[in-house]
């Protein structure tokens, strides 16, 4: 079935397995089978079968492909995808078996970067889409030549709005492991608190992880810091992990009246002995007395 986009694009022709029409601006748009087209590589966007995605079916099954998709060529007569990874599932949920685009012929680092920029707007990335987003990128930025690791980070968080600290803040989450990221994902520890967790080694994480899972433990930032410290100072150890995140339970504390409050009752010649048979006997008596009136 091929796409209805060539309608809302104004293509005038195409051939039957890569049509080719020019862009305004001189590029191509090509129709590419949807099995000559895979993945990024380590693309850290989540492609999800949601209902985001039906309402995206609903589109393309109405409109087709408004915006073409950008691929890079890879090996086998295959194209890799660097931006349009929702629209070619979108296609394929669709029934269709092309999808338009524009082959780019880019190396890694700018492959990477328009990756990351043509997604890190959407509003619903998770915290681990956008940790591994911007590792990609930072590392794409510094092969290129940018200079500094501050300068590089704002240059990183510019097209999401997001200053180098915060950036830094979301790659140091790609040192966590798995579940831990999870449930920075699930809102479950917040972004700053998985941040001075990611300094915690591996063992030191998995240990955590199986403590706040076990116990149902929602992990305070004044403990993120004091696990990070002591990690650090390579004293964290399973116990002090346990001891930090779960309150022993106290000894019940006894009422008990202190001489100094009850002395000013007595002669300050009283000794404590004196006083204690006094309260004793005064105790008796009233205990007296309430059986005598019930």
């Not at 691929?71 to 092309?98: F, K, Q, W």
């Not at 700018?110 to 915290?127: F, G, H, K, L, Y």
């Amino acid at each position: 079935m091929r796409s209805r986009s060539a309608e809302k694009i104004k293509l005038t022709s195409y051939e039957d397995l890569f049509g080719e029409t020019d862009q305004d601006n001189g590029e191509k748009i090509t129709y590419v089978p949807l099995n000559k087209l895979h993945p990024f590589k380590n693309h850290p966007f989540q492609v999800k079968d949601d209902s985001k995605m039906q309402e995206t079916v609903a589109s393309v099954e109405q409109y087709g492909i408004l915006v073409p998709g950008i691929v890079r060529p890879s090996e086998n007569g295959t194209y890799e995808i660097i931006s349009g990874h929702r629209r070619c599932r979108a296609c394929e949920l669709a029934g269709m078996n092309d999808m338009p685009v524009l082959i780019r012929d880019l190396n890694d680092d700018e492959a990477t970067i328009i990756m990351v920029d043509s997604n890190i707007q959407r509003e619903d990335i998770a915290p681990s889409e956008k940790a591994f987003a911007y590792k990609m990128k930072f590392e794409a930025l510094k092969h290129q030549g940018s200079k500094g690791e501050r300068f590089t980070a704002d240059i990183v968080g510019e097209k999401a709005g997001e200053s180098g600290r915060t950036v830094h803040r979301y790659i140091r989450l790609t040192e966590l492991i798995s579940g831990m990221l999870e449930m920075v994902d699930n809102n479950i520890i917040n972004v700053g608190i998985g941040e001075r967790l990611s300094y915690l080694r591996k063992n030191e994480q998995e240990c955590l992880l199986k403590l706040l899972v076990e116990r149902n433990i929602r992990i305070k930032k004044d403990q993120a810091e004091q696990l990070k410290k002591l990690s650090s100072e390579k004293m964290l150890t399973e116990e002090t992990i346990v001891s930090l995140l779960i309150k022993k339970d106290t000894p019940e504390k006894k009422d008990i009246l202190s001489y100094k409050t009850i002395g000013k009752f007595f002669p300050p010649e009283y000794t404590k002995e004196q006083i204690t048979a006094v309260v004793f006997e005064l105790l008796a008596e009233w205990k007296e007395n309430k059986a005598g009136e019930e």
